[in-house]
């Protein structure tokens, strides 16, 4: 079995030293990497970015609220059979007609190793990461309709991400190997930016980061902003061509910074701001 390069970051994806190794880890050991962080810290990027980083194919599985396991294995498609069989049609003798192969079917058989990303797994019912445990573990599963047992040619590499929504079974859990991508602190945070901006100018960079950064530390917000907010919010920015000096407006009446909607998603935390700032300007 080919072993896959070491993952050392790539230009377009800013990967901190402990993610670097959470994702070597997971190559050398064979188990899936499982990534927990808040929402917009790139931990579905980060697959791709491994995939294109180690040439590597990138299949990938966004898990809905309604996704089974066997659904990622494979399905079979007996209303259409029994429609076939109904107007005689000859693909009716063959059954593999009527089955229909999953991503991780896809996976098992891809004639080299992939990168496989099961996206959001805690959105699936709790069951969903057990069905999982036999196929993730010994890489094969059984077809019962054709009597075959589909074998992997190679082991992918497993990226699994979670938003935290609900608690994973330990039983899972011990098969994976573990990361949370902490929130970037802001000379990380600054090298992202630089990476989706490089001809910002500085003086808007830091105004930005420091308003963006006081808005996260607001207490009781239902929704902190995120990374991919922020560089949304730096678009608009730059699109409009608004000037550093409009973040930090001594103006009494700018309560929140301009084209705060890529940041604030909700009018509850747009007044939670708006009476931290006049609260604060009350105590001057």
Not at 111 to 123: G, N, Q
Not at 233 to 254: G, M, T, V
């Amino acid at each position: 079995m080919r072993q896959p390069k070491r993952f050392e970051g790539s230009p377009s994806y800013v990967a901190t030293d402990d993610l670097k190794l959470a994702v070597n880890a997971a190559l050398t050991l064979q188990r899936p990497l499982l990534i927990k962080g808040e929402p917009g810290t790139g931990k579905t990027m980060l697959a791709e970015e491994v995939a294109t980083a180690l040439d590597m194919p990138l299949l990938q599985w966004h898990v809905k609220s309604t996704t089974k396991a066997q659904q990622g294995l494979y399905e079979y498609d007996a209303v259409s059979r029994l429609r076939d069989s109904q107007l005689g049609e000859e693909r009716v003798k063959d059954i593999h007609n009527y089955i229909v192969k999953g991503i991780l079917w896809q996976a098992f058989t891809a004639p080299e190793p992939v990168v496989l990303l099961i996206d959001e797994i805690d959105k699936a019912d709790i069951e969903f990461p057990n069905d999982l445990l036999r196929e993730l573990d010994r890489m094969e599963f059984h077809v019962y309709e054709t009597r075959e047992t589909i074998v992997a040619r190679h082991r992918p590499l497993v990226v699994i991400t979670s938003n935290n929504e609900k608690e994973l079974p330990d039983a899972f859990l011990r098969r994976c190997f573990f990361h949370y991508i902490r929130f970037p602190d802001k000379d990380t945070m600054q090298a992202i930016v630089d990476v989706h901006f490089p001809q910002l100018k500085k003086d808007l960079l830091a105004e930005a980061l420091q308003t963006f950064y006081e808005l996260r530390d607001v207490p009781g917000l239902k929704k902190k902003p995120s990374t991919s907010e922020l560089l949304d919010w730096l678009k608009l920015l730059l699109a409009e061509d608004i000037p550093a000096e409009a973040l930090r407006n001594p103006d009494e009446k700018a309560a929140i910074p301009p084209l705060h909607g890529a940041l604030l998603k909700n009018e509850q935390d747009v007044h939670l701001f708006e009476r931290m700032v006049f609260m604060a300007r009350a105590n001057r």
